[in-house]
């Protein structure tokens, strides 16, 4: 299953700010990464850039076709 694209590099943080973000990831179901994720553009969109969610990959089966 193809994956979406995303941009990785690391990410240096004080232990304590990691988790801070762990316990907040934890609490809203989410992997530290999408908390990141979800912080950040919360942060960007305070500052007047809306940034939009990319597409998520489709899970499952494709559609069977109907042949004629």
Known sequence: MPQAKKKAFALRLDPALHDAVERLAAQELRSVNAEIEMLLR???????????????????????????
């Open 42 to 68: 919360e942060a960007m969109k305070r500052r007047g850039l809306d940034i939009p969610i990319g597409e998520k990959p489709r899970r499952g089966r494709p559609p069977k076709t109907v042949e004629d």
